[in-house]
């Protein structure tokens, strides 16, 4: 599955960005998907990831800002993301996995500025 990520940009702090995962077919197979996320010169950690079943987890940074919601008619994952603070920016890359196989899509850069 090819995953399509976008909404990124550019946001004062306090903020907001939805982000957007397409995947390239059903999602409703997938077992997981989420966003992860990639600072410069930092490892790529989770931020949020929902299951097919509807169980969601929030990295704790993370958790009372941001929202991840998946709509499986338009095949996609969501990421709200709300009150962004500098240290939120980064990359944020889309994410599924599908039995053993995990997939990713291109990154989308999150910058939070004043």
């Known amino acids: 599955v090819q995953l399509q990520a976008s909404g990124g940009g550019l946001v004062q702090p306090g903020g907001s960005l939805r982000l957007s995962c397409v995947a390239s077919r059903s999602i409703f197979s997938l077992n997981r998907m989420g966003w992860y996320r990639q600072a410069p010169g930092k490892q790529r950690d989770l931020v949020a990831a929902t299951t097919s079943g509807g169980s969601t987890v929030y990295a704790d940074s993370v958790k009372g800002r941001f929202t991840i919601s998946r709509d499986n008619a338009r095949n996609t994952v969501y990421l709200q993301m709300n009150s962004l603070k500098p240290e939120d920016a980064a990359v944020y890359y889309c994410?599924?996995?599908?039995?053993?196989?995990?997939?990713w899509g291109q990154g989308t850069v999150v910058a939070v500025s004043s």
């Open positions: 994410n599924a996995k599908e039995d053993n196989a995990v997939y």
